[in-house]
């Protein structure tokens, strides 16, 4: 079993940065595949980006990618995601995401969730 819980989100004018972390519990952290997809009121579900756990590469959606980053900390059980020029359209509630077998973009997979974060991109 594991319990995630992310940190971090906020109002943010466009063009500036905020770090989400997602603290997880479990003595296994260090081999699950970590994702974070968000959610943005009336629209589906979308792929951020996943950092997997046996060789640490990330693959991220395409509407974010060259923005934002994900790493992951194993001796601190968190990962984060690093967002930069952020836009109004990054507008939405941010979830992290764990299952200790690659899921990718594919959010109905995953085991585990946590309870989300608000970002708001606004001037």
């Known amino acids: 079993q594991v319990q995630l819980v992310e940190s971090g989100g906020g109002l943010v004018q466009p063009g500036g940065s905020l770090r989400l972390s997602c603290a997880a519990s479990g003595r296994t952290f260090s081999r699950y595949n970590m994702g974070w997809f968000r959610q943005a009121p009336g629209k589906e579900r979308e792929f951020v980006g996943v950092?997997?756990?046996?060789?640490?590469?990330?693959y991220y959606g395409d509407s974010v990618k060259g923005r934002f980053t994900i790493s992951r900390d194993n001796a601190k059980n968190t990962v984060y995601l690093q967002m930069n020029s952020l836009k109004p359209e990054d507008t939405a509630v941010y979830y992290c995401?764990?299952?200790?077998?690659?899921?990718?973009?594919?959010?109905?997979?995953?085991?585990?969730w946590g309870q989300g974060t608000q970002v708001t991109v606004s001037s």
């Open positions: 995401t764990a299952d200790p077998n690659y899921r990718g973009s594919s959010w109905n997979e995953y085991d585990y």
């Open positions: 950092i997997s756990w046996s060789d640490g590469r990330t």
